[in-house]
Antibody, heavy 121, light 108 residues
Framework: EEQLVESGGGLVHPGGSLRLACDPS????????MYWVRQAPGKGLEWVSS????????SYADSVEGRFTISRDNAKNSLYLQMNTLGVEDTAIYYC??????????????WGRGTLVTVSS | SYALTQAPSVSVAPGQTARITCGGI??????VHWYQQRPGQAPVVVVY???DRPSGIPERFSGSNSGNTAALTISRVEAGDEADYYC???????????FGGGTKLTVL
């Protein structure tokens, strides 16, 4: 069964850091572009970051640029999100997501269950 | 940056048809993907590339896209369809993922 399992969430003070991890299984991880998508409590979905198969190209939403770093280790089958200088606005469930190629672009065909990050004093 | 507009809520009686729309400038020129998110669960893709269904998604779910509006249509609505639905596209001018604000489908 194809699966994504996130870990690393928790409670952190404003200005603090957290490192999220995503462990894929059931598919060849190195063949897919991967994403982090977050959802603040009671709010909609927000794209956070993406990384291509090789890891050489990454992208970030403006809201996290300069504070978050996405990375992957294909040998270890893992995806990461290093989050620094966290603010209360970063409080959200963070989903690890697999992108699949469609006709024109990508869509998200596999989602993890998410890990909750709470930023609070 | 590109923006998608969805109505906050749609209500429909069981057995009826629900139409959830997603507005965007010339969205007909983009591929639109739709996600269902049941309470407490992660999103699941129900329609991709405007009108294709992943395996396991009932034929009751269909999509269309033209002009400035894309739509997800759910026929013969069931109680289990009650969820939030999000549309999603790529902003090709600024390679970023864009989500609509979501529509809460209530089955009366």
């Amino acid at each position: 069964e194809e699966q994504l399992v996130e870990s690393g969430g928790g409670l952190v003070h404003p200005g603090g850091s957290l490192r999220l991890a995503c462990d894929p299984s059931g598919f060849i991880f190195s063949r897919y572009t991967m994403y982090w998508v977050r959802q603040a409590p009671g709010k909609g979905l927000e794209w956070v970051s993406s990384i291509i198969e090789s890891g050489r190209t990454v992208s970030y939403a403006d809201s996290v640029e300069g504070r978050f770093t996405i990375s992957r280790d294909n040998a270890k089958n893992s995806l990461y999100l290093q989050m620094n200088t966290l603010g209360v606005e970063d409080t959200a469930i963070y989903y690890c997501v697999r992108a699949k190629s469609g006709d024109l672009d990508y869509y998200f065909d596999l989602w993890g269950r998410g890990t909750l990050v709470t930023v609070s004093s | 940056s590109y923006a998608l507009t969805q109505a906050p809520s749609v209500s429909v009686a069981p057995g009826q048809t629900a139409r959830i729309t997603c507005g965007g400038i010339n969205i007909g020129g983009k591929s639109v993907h739709w996600y269902q998110q049941r309470p407490g669960q992660a999103p699941v893709v129900v329609v991709y590339d405007d009108s294709d269904r992943p395996s396991g998604i009932p034929e009751r779910f269909s999509g269309s896209n033209s002009g400035n509006t894309a739509a997800l249509t759910i026929s013969r609505v069931e109680a289990g369809d009650e969820a939030d639905y999000y549309c999603q596209v790529w902003d090709s001018n600024n390679p970023r993922v864009v989500f609509g604000g979501g529509t809460k489908l209530t089955v009366l």
